[in-house]
């Protein structure tokens, strides 16, 4: 007789375990889940503006996970870590000019910038009804755009305008307000490789420059006003995911 209540009891226990078997393994991925978030919060990627140094400075860039899919990114760049460029009558351009061509001189330029933004990013292959599993692997890829804030201050060498080929100290200070659109692929959890165009509202303290300019931070500058431009931006990263 105990032997039979024995194995009643068992299997009353094994049936109750079973029917519950679901809502544990639930309970545990969320748990699971919940860890995980918080755990996606240390990865941290450090990237480096490849082409930066062609145009006389460069670039380091911090990007952190604050969210599942929204990365906060912080850049600093150094203005004269680069390449020394020649003067120019227009510097974003190689256009021909009398007093660069004859009277060859230096920009010499140093100064340094600052750009905080907020990624808000897609991530690749992802639906409604399969949402891509979010992990530290995959935290920095996708697409994305990303609002963000640039300030900084240089300084550099230019020809004077008097056509006595003088070499006079220009000291230019610029804010920006760009939005950039881009992609950004993760290798193997560990590489990036960031591509990005953008544009927006620009104000500087430049008052006599062509209406088509550049600082180290942005492609070109349109002058449309004393007070407010329209800049322009694009370029390549490479990072590494230190977890």
């Not at 029917?19 to 995980?36: I, T, Y």
């Amino acid at each position: 007789m105990q032997k039979l209540s024995f194995f009643i009891l068992l299997f009353i226990n094994s049936h109750v375990f079973a029917q519950n078997l679901p809502a544990r393994e639930n309970k545990v991925a969320d748990n699971h889940n919940k860890s995980s978030n918080t755990f996606f919060t240390s990865p941290a990627a450090v990237k480096v503006n490849v082409f930066a140094p062609l145009l006389g400075y460069s670039q380091l860039s911090l990007e952190k996970p604050v969210r599942q899919r929204r990365n906060i990114q912080l850049g600093l760049g150094i203005i004269g870590a680069g390449m020394n460029l020649s003067i120019q009558g227009r510097p974003m351009f190689l256009f021909y000019d009398g007093y660069s061509y004859h009277h060859p001189g230096m920009r010499n330029q140093f100064g340094g910038f600052i750009e905080l933004g907020y990624k808000f990013i897609k991530p690749v292959h992802a639906n409604k009804k399969l949402p891509v599993n979010y992990y530290w692997g995959n935290a920095f890829g996708g697409s994305y755009l990303k609002p963000s804030i640039v300030a900084g201050a240089y300084s550099f060498n230019q020809f004077s305008h008097d056509r006595t080929y003088r070499i006079v100290r220009r000291h230019h200070s610029f804010a920006a307000l760009m939005l950039d659109a881009g992609h950004q692929w993760q290798f193997n959890g560990r590489i990036l490789l960031e591509m990005y165009l953008g544009g927006g509202a620009e104000i500087d303290n430049v008052k006599d420059g062509d209406d088509l300019y550049g600082h180290p931070f942005v492609l070109a500058v349109a002058k449309d006003n004393p007070s407010v431009n329209f800049a322009c931006t694009a370029g390549i990263r490479l990072g590494y995911v230190f977890k």
